[in-house]
């Protein structure tokens, strides 16, 4: 989980309850300044959840490389922005934090460090790294689109239908016609999470009884990204889709937005990648769905103030100046970036 922010805002955050629910997953930590962290700083952090990136360039100095072997003596774990010397391990660098959309890094920088090694916005997982991140890259968002005609058309119906509040009858003539659809519904309604103690539920009607329509509706508009691919793997637009949903809630929420002006953030922030689900453009789909104006101009532009929300989200390390656009400040978007991650855990293991 990557993450920019000054050391009370990160104590603030991680210790606060959205950040302990979210179990072992480790932040990783831009460090532009190491001088700037004193090791007795690190005593109130939670050291085995956290890794600091520095900037290689910066290991040169040796006032920095002196100050990275303390940090990395009191339990931080340290990488390197960039190509590192044969004394990068020696000052408690382990591993790369490598930008790989232009070049890899040499396999002699790779070799003189322990590892683990982030590889950043790659296509795939480059030789000698063990972890991912970025953007999901365009020839894979598109390998993710629906290329049945029918199986898009009868989305899009259920979209709509979503989008009006149909009467549960109608959806579910539509879902019994998406077999697939119908038992990740049942599957996710069985769950530990949902039905711990319950009776199993074996139709859709069930299903609105335990959920509430108002979850429903929610759960269904995710499920649509809950197709495996034609190689068996989950599609991984599901947690991203995820994420973005539960953080426009959480920041329209945060803003002091009403239930329906919440419902409306997570329905656009769902509805965000629908363009690489379906493989077609976003003009066609809001044309073929009822869709409230505000939601069709921040889906479309990324105007009003539901786009420029999603325009935030979109982003992986947002300026002030984004952060004022929509009227919140750092912590307030930390937090709600830490709710996004707890909900789309949550989705990724029940779904």
Not at 59 to 76: H, M, P, T
Not at 279 to 284: G, H, I, K, R, S
Not at 304 to 311: Q, R, T, V
Request: one cysteine or more; glycine letters at 6%; a negative charge.
């Amino acid at each position: 989980m990557p993450c920019a922010a000054t050391l009370p805002v990160l104590q603030s955050l991680l210790g606060c309850p959205e950040s302990q629910e979210l179990g072992s997953i480790d932040y990783y930590i831009p460090l532009a300044d190491p001088l700037a962290l004193e090791p007795a700083q690190l005593d109130a952090l939670p050291l085995d959840r956290m890794v600091f990136t520095v900037p290689a360039a910066s290991l040169a100095d040796g006032a920095v490389q002196k100050r990275c072997k303390e940090l990395a003596e009191r339990g931080l774990r340290l990488m390197a922005d960039g190509e590192v010397t044969i004394s990068a391990a020696q000052c408690g660098i382990r591993g790369l934090d490598f930008d790989c959309a232009q070049a890899l890094p040499s396999a002699l920088a790779m070799m003189t460090l322990p590892g683990p090694h982030l590889a950043r916005n790659a296509a795939s997982m480059p030789p000698g790294f063990a972890l991912l991140r970025g953007e999901l890259p365009r020839a894979q968002e598109h390998d993710a689109g629906q290329g049945d005609g029918t199986s898009r058309k009868r989305l899009l119906a259920l979209l709509g239908l979503l989008a009006q509040d149909a009467d549960s009858r109608e959806l579910e003539t539509l879902l019994k016609q998406d077999p697939a659809l119908s038992y990740q519904l049942l599957k996710l309604v069985n769950s530990a999470a949902f039905a711990p103690n319950s009776n199993p539920i074996h139709n859709f009607g069930q299903a609105i009884n335990m959920l509430g329509r108002r979850q429903l509706q929610r759960w269904l508009q995710l499920l649509l990204y809950a197709r495996q691919q034609d190689d068996g793997q989950a599609n991984a637009l599901l947690p991203l889709a995820a994420l973005r949903a539960a953080q426009m809630e959480a920041l329209c929420k945060l803003n002091e937005g009403d239930r329906d002006e919440q419902d409306l953030a997570f329905l656009v922030g769902v509805f965000s990648l629908l363009d690489v689900l379906l493989a077609m453009p976003m003009t066609e789909i809001v044309s073929a769905l009822n869709l409230d104006l505000d939601v069709v101009a921040a889906l479309l532009d990324r105007s009003g103030p539901l786009g420029e929300m999603l325009a935030l989200v979109e982003m992986h390390e947002p300026q002030s100046s984004a952060l004022n656009d929509v009227g919140i400040d750092n912590e307030t978007y930390w937090r709600s970036l830490l709710q996004a991650y707890h909900w789309a855990l949550q989705v990724s293991r029940n779904v």
